[in-house]
């Protein structure tokens, strides 16, 4: 059974930085991850993508603050620096093959809760 779990979130002032984790178990091997966002009446959205060699593509809206990283096989990070209100939202991965991560299909976790306030 795959099983994704996100941590990191958290409340944070305008300017500040957090950094978001996502490990995911019961894969057989090291699968593309992607990073959304579902900010209160709005649509789910995709963040970042990063691939099985560690390359990740941004969202315009946050390109230049957010880095995506890989650690073990199934281990992502999400580094979002200069956070800005309009960030605040449930962040959540995904994984599986590429063409559903992209999609938002796959496999998900629970998410965590990211709040950029003053």
């Known amino acids: 059974q795959v099983r994704l779990v996100e941590s990191g979130g958290g409340l944070v002032q305008p300017g500040g930085s957090l950094r978001l984790s996502c490990t995911a178990s019961?894969?057989?091997?090291?699968?593309?991850m992607g990073w959304y966002r579902q900010a209160p009446g709005k649509q789910r959205e995709l963040v970042a993508v990063?691939?099985?060699?560690?390359?990740t593509t941004y969202a315009d809206s946050v390109r230049g603050r957010f880095t995506g990283s890989r650690g073990s096989a199934n281990t992502v990070y999400l580094q979002m620096n200069n956070l800005k209100p309009e960030d605040t939202a449930v962040y959540y991965c995904?994984?599986?093959?590429?063409?559903?991560?992209?999609?938002?299909?796959?496999?998900w976790g629970q998410g965590t809760q990211v709040t950029v306030s003053s």
């Open positions: 019961g894969l057989f091997s090291a699968n593309p």
């Open positions: 995904n994984t599986g093959v590429w063409g559903d991560v992209v999609a938002g299909r796959g496999y």
């Open positions: 990063i691939a099985i060699g560690g390359t």
